[in-house]
């Protein structure tokens, strides 16, 4: 395959920058919205109102000094009144032009909440496989540019872009109409050669700006994925090393900014050189015109206006079109997000899951998490109602697995899972995941109060059913002892709290929700021995009329359980009783003494 040339480039950013319009359309002038229509007609109809008024007040300012020199009659207004009516023609633009603003407000507001909530929502949904391989800090600095862009977008390709086409055609017309074709032909020209170069610079500095927002983003992700893991580089006494890599990465962002600077140097002196010989040409075309009779010196002030006033919008389209290349680019990073595909969806028309008993069997299941590489090959068995089925066997046999493709994180390869007869992939997953609690080995909380991280388990749960619900999980008392009780924060993660506490508020948290199927993820693995001894307790009471399915490292945890599912490589090699797998000495035997003798050890 060719590699690509700058033209391809420029055409595939062109074709992204048209997509990207028809992205945001919609939100400017949605179906069945008719107030938002309304407010934008509104404001275009106050833009044209500005624009009209503001290139009519050169004129008045015109007549003013024609006025007050002598050279023609005096009107009616007289030099005093045209110079009022001068002013409030200003006071008067500029009154419409914020009019305008304030209706669009809204407009632009409601766009940019609904396009943050569409992407916010969308990252939700998307899959397991998208979030771990995501980068957090990145993530976010896409939405939040590509969010900002859109009001940006509207606004300025409005109320800059279009307003600027508008007063250019009218001042041109005047100019032609009023004085003759040259002047017409000098605007014209340093017009066009303006904004050539100012596209072409643009051009250039909108790579150079992309450059530096990629370097910015690795930046942020450095520095989000150091603070994320504080604790890990207290122990490894990283600190300088962090310091260094993220410096590392700012040095590049630095590099990219300076240069970004140079050209904006570059741009604006280019800019003013145009412009200004542009309005040199013109103000000594007309100082002649002055001098021969042809014109009054009213002309010229009113000529000088004229190019004053098209200078400072021109000023101003360097900036405004490469912010808008860059909004189109930015938002192009989070329509992409936006386009990402959801590996695991819901069928059209797919029911709620209907749970009665609760018996879940797995039919032949097989997945890997790249086809090259299977996890599970075959796995078959099945879990009664209200029966304690617990998954052991060494890392890598796909314990975890069979449980993310229980709350159908991933659809499995090949094969079925079922709950009460109903395949995972039939039912809605907003169903399916309310019929499942998760207590997981590490339970991560939300920075807010103990009361708010139980209170997730059900939206709306009442004071009553959230102590309840701690006292079930034995940690009501521990909560009681707190200077501010269950209105205490939790810190980032959780990190104010021992691993024993945040595992209890998990399971609160777990049995407030009152589901019908528990999922045990090696809840209990990474706890010291005397608090896995209290918390077990409090996980034998939340299975109590549940059917629970243990994931286990520890096999003193599931001694007691009504069976036990050992796997290997993926395939179920035994499965029985405690007592009937030790008598039977294989492979769970092997386990169990090893873990025996290691407990000994220690």
Request: hydrophobic residues 45%; proline residues 3%; neutral net charge.
């Amino acid at each position: 395959m060719p590699p690509e040339t700058s033209a391809d480039i420029a055409r595939e950013e062109r074709r992204s920058g048209l997509r990207t319009i028809r992205r945001v359309w919609p939100y400017l002038w949605p179906d069945g919205q008719v107030w938002v229509k309304r407010r934008v007609v509104i404001a275009l109809g106050l833009l044209l109102m500005a624009k009209l008024i503001a290139v009519g007040t050169p004129i008045l300012y015109k007549r003013a000094v024609d006025s007050l020199s002598g050279e023609v009659p005096d009107l009616m207004l007289g030099a005093v009144g045209l110079t009022i009516a001068y002013g409030l023609a200003r006071l008067m633009t500029v009154g419409f032009q914020q009019a305008r603003d304030g209706v669009f407000a809204r407009v632009g507001q409601r766009a940019l909440r609904q396009l943050a909530l569409e992407t916010f929502t969308h990252i939700h949904r998307l899959s397991l496989r998208y979030h771990i391989s995501r980068k957090t800090g990145g993530l976010s600095r896409i939405i939040e540019r590509g969010v900002k862009g859109v009001e940006f977008l509207l606004r300025f390709l409005l109320f800059s872009v279009g307003p600027l086409i508008i007063e250019l055609t009218l001042v041109a017309a005047v100019l032609f109409f009023l004085f003759d074709v040259w002047y017409l032909a000098v605007v014209v020209l340093t017009i066009a050669l303006y904004v050539w170069f100012t596209f072409k610079v643009t051009e250039w500095r909108v790579r150079l700006r992309r450059t530096m927002n990629q370097q910015d983003t690795d930046a942020n992700q450095k520095a989000i994925d150091s603070l994320l893991n504080f604790e890990t580089v207290k122990y490894f006494g990283a600190e300088a090393r962090e310091a260094a890599r993220y410096d590392a990465a700012m040095k590049g962002y630095e590099r990219a900014a300076v240069k970004t600077a140079t050209s904006l140097a570059m741009l604006n002196f280019g800019q003013s050189f145009l412009i200004t010989t542009g309005l040199v040409i013109v103000m000594v075309m007309a100082a002649m015109g002055v001098q021969n009779g042809s014109l009054t010196v009213g002309d010229f002030v009113m000529v000088n206006a004229y190019m004053i006033q098209i200078t400072m919008p021109l000023n101003f389209l360097g900036t405004v079109y490469r912010e808008i290349r860059q909004s189109l680019v930015d938002m192009g990073e989070m329509f992409d997000l936006l386009d990402s595909p959801r590996d695991v969806t819901d069928k059209p028309g797919a029911p709620a899951i209907a749970v009665a008993g609760g018996v879940v069997a797995f039919d032949d299941v097989r997945f890997g998490y790249d086809p090259e590489r299977p996890i599970l090959k075959g796995v078959s068995l099945e879990v009664g109602a209200g029966q304690n089925v617990a998954l052991v066997g060494p890392s890598g046999s796909g314990k975890s697995t069979i449980g993310r493709l229980l709350f159908r994180f991933y659809d499995v390869g090949g094969g079925a899972i079922r709950i009460d007869g109903q395949d995972l992939r039939d039912v809605t997953q907003d169903s399916l995941h309310g019929a499942i609690g998760v207590v997981p080995q590490d339970t991560v909380l939300f920075n807010d109060t103990i009361r708010y991280n139980i209170a997730y388990g059900r939206d709306g749960a009442t004071e009553d059913e959230i102590v309840a619900a701690a006292q079930a999980a034995q940690i009501h008392g521990f909560i009681e002892s707190l200077p501010e009780g269950y209105d205490t924060q939790v810190g980032e993660r959780g990190l104010k709290l021992s691993g024993g506490e945040k595992q209890r508020v998990g399971i609160a948290r777990t049995l407030l929700k009152n589901p019908p199927i528990l999922l045990l993820d090696e809840a209990t693995s990474a706890l010291d021995t005397e608090t896995e001894a209290e918390i077990q307790t409090a996980l034998k009471r939340a299975g109590e009329g549940r059917t629970v399915i243990t994931i286990a490292h520890r096999l003193s945890t599931i001694a007691d359980a009504d069976r036990i599912v050992v796997l290997e490589k993926g395939e179920v090699v035994e499965e029985g009783t405690h007592e009937a797998l030790l008598a039977r000495g294989g492979r769970y035997a092997q386990l169990w003494a090893r873990q025996q003798a290691d407990r000994d050890a220690a």
